[in-house]
Every structure is written in structure tokens, then in C-alpha cells.
């Protein structure tokens, strides 16, 4: 067994709470599914719970987008923190360049000293880490996603064991193992063993493999041989979970910043002035990303049959542009001519507001939340201000449905050719490489104006 001390098990604390955090979250996205009489689930009754789509596959992106309320705090914070890994990376990565060892107790004996040399840093991370936790048991999720980590990196670290409630509670023996999980001492996966004992196993295959069945003399590897590659492998696996926590940190900053962003060009009247002006140009490049109406039809409309067609017909461009890569449309303004029309007075638009968001809210079938509406007021070239509304629209992560007259749900996608209705499994399949709900769009456009 290996000793340690309390400066390295703080290592084997903060791998706990990324453990935890993501135990819990894998307990709220996978749906409670009933066993039939030979205690198997079936895949077919398995659905995607309401947090699983909220979720929508990325613990950065949906803590940062989502539930972060205050992004200038955690931004300092996973700066500090970011900044704090980084050195004990580059320090991990000089202690496997620099040492080989003579003995076991000698690779214990650095592994020990780093953690005591670099316990700022480490403590650092940690007040980093239990600062999310304080903030929701759920949040150092963000530092071990499969966005950053990958399948195997978090198999190799995931301890099969259940967790205490709470830190305090936990086994000392469990902190023990995640600490020498976090050193590179043990391995998870495949067997669950000490690096050492993985190391002369395979070194007795390798050398079993170079022998002829007829041989039978017995096959020891050597204990340099041995003690050289654990050496190696050990200082190795030390330095994964600062180069993956790192990488993580970075991730979040970057989501950080691409918030406020597109946050900020949202909100901008100005921004919307210049994509109004460039769609009411001739030859532009991104009308895919975009949509002019004059008006909206079901605004007008009296008779109820109507009415629920054009409803339907609006809530099917709105998810047409969600199911692609998302857009906008721009109500007020006509292209044949070129002409600002406005979508009324104050009183009317109050009301349209209102009719809009509640038919998107009854006829578009999506988990989350992914329409920003945005009035802005723009000169109709005769000297009068005329208010327009532009409702952005996310590229959705998962399939956005619409529901009919009939109560049935359509599939539509805009295309080169316009909005086309299609099989649902068709827009599932382009939609398998799309981490999350996004307006990332809106850079890309801002980037094109500035062109």
C-alpha cells in the first residue's frame, strides 16, 4: 500500500468532486427505463430525460450558457486556476524528462516531493474545484467531460465504487486510491491494478510471446525492467490529469468568451442596423443564414383555420432554421424593392410580441429555450424611425419538431431549395457531429460584415 501524504491525497479530493459531479449528472440523463422479466432494459425504452436535453452533450457549454450567473467571476477564477495547472503540468512533464529511478520507494519519494513542492498550486486548483461544488454539486463536471477528456482518458480515472454524500463522510481508503489514481501508482482499467503490477504483467506476456510453445522454462522479467517502465508509465499518467484539466480551463474561458460575444452582438441595435443593410443588398453571400418578411401572415389573419396554417407555416421556418445551422428572421422589412416597412406602433408590436413567442412556445416541440427576439428601430430613408424585429434562432443540437393542424409533427430543414419537410432520422444524422445548441452563426456573420 502506498503511503501518502496529506499534501498529495488533496489531488485525491479534487479527482472525488469531478467523480462526483459527474455521477451525478450520468444519473440525471439516463432515463429510469423498466427491466422486463429477465432484469435487461431494453434500448428502445430508453428516452432522453428533460436534463439530458437540456444538457445537450457538453457540460461547458451548458454551465457556462445556461447556469453560470456570474461569468466576470468565473472567468478571474478560471484564470487563476487555469494559470495555477498549467505550471503544475510543465513541472509533471520536467519530472518524467529528468528522473530515473533505482528503486520503488525512490519513485514514491519524488511523486511525494513534487506534491509538497507545488502545494500552492495544488491548493489552488482545489479551493478552484470545491468553489464549483459549493456553487452545484453538478458544476466540476466541467473539468471532466468527454468534450475534453474523450472515452478512454475517463475510464482510466472513473472510480466503479459509490461515493459518500460528502467529502468528509468518504472513506479514507477511497481518497487513498483516487489519490494514487491521480500519482499514476493505480489503473483502473482494465483490471484494476497498481501501474507495477500492470507493467510486469505485460512485460511477462511480451517476453512469453518470444518463446516457442516447446520451451518451458519459466518466464520472470527482470525487476530493472520492470521498475524502468513503471518509472515511465507512473510519471506519465501523472501528468494527464493537469494536461486534461488544463485543456479543460481553457475550454471554459474560450465558452466564456464566445458568450459574451454573441451575447453582445445580439443585444447591439447597430449590429442589426448593418445585417439589415447588407440583406437588402444585391449578391450577398450568407442569405441562408437569413429571412426578410414584411410581415408575419398569422398577424392578420382572423379565421381560425387560417390562422392555424399560418401558424404552422411560420413556427416550420422558424425550426427549419434551427434543424440547419440556424439564422435569423428580419420582420419589417421587404427586398422586392428594398424597403423598410416596420411591424407597426408600440401597442400593435407589444401584442405581436407576445402572439409570436406563445405560438413558438405551442406549435415548436424543443427542450430548450432557443429564440432571442430583438426589436430595432431603423430610418426608412424618408427621415422616420421604423421598429423591425429580428428573432435569432440557435442551431439546435437535436431534432426540432413542429406540431400541425392535425396534432402530427413535421420535420422541416432549410436547404439551398428552401424549407423542405423530411424524415426525422435524416436531420438526427447531420445533426451527430453538433455538440450543443449554438448561435455561433452570429460570429461568423459579424466576421462577414466586417469583410
Known amino acids: 500500500m502506498t503511503v501518502l501524504k496529506p499534501t498529495a491525497t488533496i489531488l485525491g479530493e479534487i479527482l472525488w468532486f469531478l467523480l ?17 422479466e429477465n432484469g435487461f432494459v431494453r434500448l428502445s425504452d430508453i428516452e432522453p430525460t428533460e436534463f439530458r436535453q437540456e444538457l445537450s452533450g457538453d457540460e461547458i457549454h451548458w454551465w457556462v450558457f445556461k447556469k453560470e450567473s456570474n461569468l466576470e467571476e468565473l472567468k478571474k477564477r478560471t484564470e487563476v486556476a487555469r494559470d ?20 520503488y520507494d525512490e519513485l514514491l519519494s519524488l511523486l511525494k516531493l513534487y506534491a509538497e513542492s507545488h502545494a500552492s498550486d495544488i491548493n489552488t486548483l482545489y479551493l478552484y474545484v470545491k468553489w464549483l461544488y459549493q456553487q452545484d454539486p453538478l458544476a466540476p463536471g466541467i473539468l471532466f467531460t468527454y468534450r475534453v477528456w474523450g472515452t478512454t482518458r475517463r475510464t482510466e480515472r472513473w472510480w466503479l465504487g459509490k461515493l459518500a454524500s460528502s467529502l468528509e463522510e468518504e472513506n479514507p481508503e477511497v481518497i487513498r486510491r483516487l489519490t494514487e489514481i491521480m500519482l499514476g501508482l493505480y489503473r ?14 505485460e512485460y511477462q506476456m511480451e517476453l512469453s510471446e518470444s518463446y516457442s510453445e ?23 499518467e501523472f501528468t494527464v490529469p493537469f494536461e486534461f484539466i488544463r485543456n479543460s480551463l ?29 440583406a437588402l443588398k444585391p449578391g450577398k453571400s450568407e442569405e ?22 399560418a401558424e404552422v407555416e411560420f413556427a416550420e421556418d422558424v425550426a427549419s432554421l434551427a434543424n440547419a445551422r440556424g439564422g435569423i ?30 405560438v413558438l412556445g405551442e406549435r415548436v416541440k424543443y427542450a430548450n429555450d432557443i429564440f432571442h427576439f430583438h426589436q430595432v428601430s431603423i430610418d426608412d430613408g424618408n427621415g ?28 422541416p430543414i432549410r436547404l439551398e431549395t428552401g424549407v423542405e419537410r423530411v424524415a426525422r432520422d435524416e436531420i438526427a444524422e447531420k445533426k451527430m457531429q453538433i455538440k450543443s445548441d449554438n448561435f455561433d452563426f452570429i460570429q461568423e456573420l459579424d466576421q462577414s460584415l466586417r469583410e
Open 20 to 36: 462526483k459531479a459527474s455521477n451525478a449528472i450520468a444519473e440525471l440523463t439516463d432515463s429510469k427505463a423498466p427491466k422486463d
Open 84 to 103: 495555477a495547472v498549467q505550471r503544475l503540468k510543465e513541472a509533471a512533464v520536467k519530472l518524467q524528462q529528468r528522473h530515473s529511478v533505482r528503486s
Open 188 to 201: 483502473t482499467r482494465p483490471y484494476g491494478l497498481y501501474t507495477w503490477q500492470s507493467v510486469y504483467q
Open 214 to 236: 516447446e520451451e518451458t522454462t519459466y518466464i520472470r522479467p527482470s525487476a530493472r525492467d520492470v521498475l524502468v517502465r513503471t518509472a515511465y508509465e507512473s510519471f506519465g
Open 250 to 278: 481553457n475550454n471554459i474561458l474560450v465558452d466564456i468568451e464566445k458568450h459574451r460575444s454573441q451575447t453582445a452582438l445580439m443585444r447591439s441595435d447597430s449590429f442589426w442596423r448593418r445585417v439589415i443593410a447588407k
Open 288 to 309: 441562408q443564414l437569413w429571412e426578410l418578411k414584411t410581415t408575419l401572415n398569422m398577424w392578420h389573419i382572423k379565421a381560425a383555420k387560417e390562422k392555424d396554417k
Open 329 to 358: 428572421l428580419i420582420v419589417g422589412v421587404s427586398n422586392t424593392p428594398a424597403k423598410i416597412e416596420g411591424i407597426g406602433n408600440q401597442l400593435e408590436i407589444e401584442h405581436r410580441l407576445k402572439y409570436t413567442r406563445l
Open 384 to 411: 422616420n424611425l421604423r421598429y423591425c424585429l429580428v428573432i435569432v434562432i440557435a442551431q439546435a443540437r437535436n431534432v426540432v419538431e413542429v406540431k400541425g393542424e392535425d396534432g402530427r409533427y413535421s420535420y
